[in-house]
């Protein structure tokens, strides 16, 4: 009798973990993961073992899952996720709780900017949370604004008061309009120095090395973000930044040196200091 592949068989034989096979065979087959449990001793077509065995392939020479399935979740939300952007994760959430506390202490229809904005997975979230905020996103690729914008149309109610989010191909703050200031600026950019083994280990061998170094000491983006914050910061408004896990104190000394009150850091769940920011005292 010939060999019958069924979802059972194909996950016994995965050499992948038993969740990412479950995943990415629910992706191949379009199934939700009940139906994994419910059809899994039914026949299946070899187009449909083939689609997997492709994706396997993929994901055991080390491509991230988020980019096979072409999604990530972030924030309670989920996120079309392609190659040239960065894969949203967990530890940015922070940034996001931190933003949107900020806007508590500031009028409605307050203004944010998100500074390479990448997924918008910073900005949607925060728009999300606050559907009054007017909230701006910048990112230089053109191919990340292009999954940003996809996101927020695909997240945000179409009618949210504080209308739609406004992109913008930018290097930094240097395409907006001069008379724009924001109540809070956030920022999730480019900190691994050029050197550090991470960039050609694990998942970010295939995210876009631009979002990840800025080919230099791993502070520079931030030294650019923070010298330019206060012509784009309303009185008493907050910048924060996420960072590497050893750069918290670097980043306080930036924004102290450049004249920032109140300036902090905040842990994530793992008690790294991940990102800094401060107020601005206008």
Known sequence: MSHIDTVATLLRAS???????????GHALGWRRTELITR??????????????????RRVAGEPIAQLIGLREFFGLEFDVTRDV??????TELLVETA?????????????????????????????????????????SA??????KRNAVKLLEPKRPG?????????????????????????NPPYIASGDPHLSQGDLRFEPRGA?????????????????APARLAPNGVLWMEHGYDQAEAVRAILVAQGFADVRSECDLAGIERISGGRWPG
Do not use: K, M
Request: net charge negative; no cysteine.
């Open 143 to 148: 191919e990340a604004l292009d999954v940003a």
């Open 212 to 228: 990840l170094t800025d080919e230099a000491d791993g502070l520079s983006a931030i030294r650019a973000i923070v010298a330019g």
């Open 163 to 187: 209308g739609d989010l406004q992109f913008a191909q930018s290097d930094w703050y240097a395409a907006l309009d001069a008379s724009l200031t924001f109540e809070v600026i956030v920022s």
């Open 86 to 91: 960065l894969i949203p994760r967990p530890e």
């Open 15 to 25: 050499p992948l973990p038993a969740l990412e096979a479950r995943i990415l065979l």
């Open 40 to 57: 899994a001793d039914n026949p299946l077509e070899p187009t449909q073992v083939a689609a997997f065995r492709e994706l396997e392939t």
């Open 100 to 140: 949107v506390q900020a806007l508590e202490e500031h009028p409605a229809r307050s203004r944010v900017l998100d500074l390479g904005t990448g997924t918008a997975a910073i900005a949607v979230s925060i728009a999300w949370s606050r559907p009054d905020a007017r909230v701006w996103a910048v990112d230089r």
